[in-house]
């Protein structure tokens, strides 16, 4: 099973709304990453965590914050997002953050109004 | 700094039509090097990794290669399916995926 799920599957904020995405995989890997994808544009890489612990932040704003529970679950808090923050937001794993493969779910396609 | 450039930008093909994407790299110590399938609105889905200059890997209607400058996705006989954005990715020593932009291939019944 290579499944990594996201929810919702679509999302329409305010700018003054406080929101959250959620990732979630039974993998076992113990590397998630959350990457941002504009329209025609390759993803982004955002955050790395690395056994729950936040290894890399690409220098994302502030209004975007991680938040790792548990080895398997991600989540994303926005607050304060900016009309250019509309994109795809994808999260993926694998199973060791030094190993190849990243594992994909489907994205969040997020619309800020 | 990793760079990933893909071409072309976009593939038009018949069905049956074969041919070839190209991505060339720019990396100080590869990883991987990793194809990727991207259906409109939807994750990547992982198809390959290669490791070194020569090694290739097949899947359906798929073949991948890869040289010490570039790697090469070999599309057979595209059927409609086939039709999507293909991207391919390099891992550095750092771990980090770097993305080239891609190649939109649309395939005509």
């Known amino acids: 099973d290579t499944e990594v799920t996201q929810t919702p599957k679509h999302l329409v904020m305010g700018m003054t709304n406080k929101k959250s995405l959620k990732c979630e995989q039974h993998?076992?890997?113990?590397?998630m990453y959350w990457y941002k994808q504009k329209a025609k544009k390759p993803p982004e890489l955002m955050f790395v965590?690395?056994?729950?612990?936040?290894?890399i932040n690409e220098s994302v704003p502030s209004r975007f914050s991680p938040e790792c529970p548990n080895s398997s679950l991600l989540n994303l808090h926005l607050h304060a997002l900016q009309p250019e923050d509309s994109a795809l937001y994808l999260c993926?794993?694998?199973?060791?953050?030094?190993?190849?493969?990243?594992?994909f779910g489907p994205g969040t396609r997020l619309t800020v109004t | 700094e990793d760079q990933v450039t893909q071409s072309p930008e976009a593939l038009r093909l018949q069905e049956g039509e074969s041919s070839s994407l190209n991505c060339s790299y720019t990396?100080?110590?590869?990883?991987?090097l990793f194809w990727y399938r991207q259906d409109p609105g939807k994750g990547p889905e992982f198809l390959f990794t290669?490791?070194?200059a020569g090694e290739e890997k097949e899947k359906e209607r798929l073949k991948a290669t890869l040289t010490k400058k570039e790697s090469f996705l070999h599309i057979t006989a595209p059927k409609p399916e086939d039709s999507a954005t293909y991207l391919c990715?390099?891992?550095?020593?750092?771990?980090?995926?770097?993305f080239g932009a891609g190649t939109t291939v649309t395939v005509r019944a």
């Open positions: 990396v100080s110590g590869l990883r991987g």
């Open positions: 993998m076992g890997h113990r590397a």
């Open positions: 965590y690395s056994y729950e612990k936040l290894s």
């Open positions: 990715a390099v891992q550095a020593n750092d771990y980090k995926l770097s």
């Open positions: 290669l490791y070194s």
């Open positions: 993926a794993s694998s199973h060791e953050p030094t190993a190849n493969e990243q594992y």
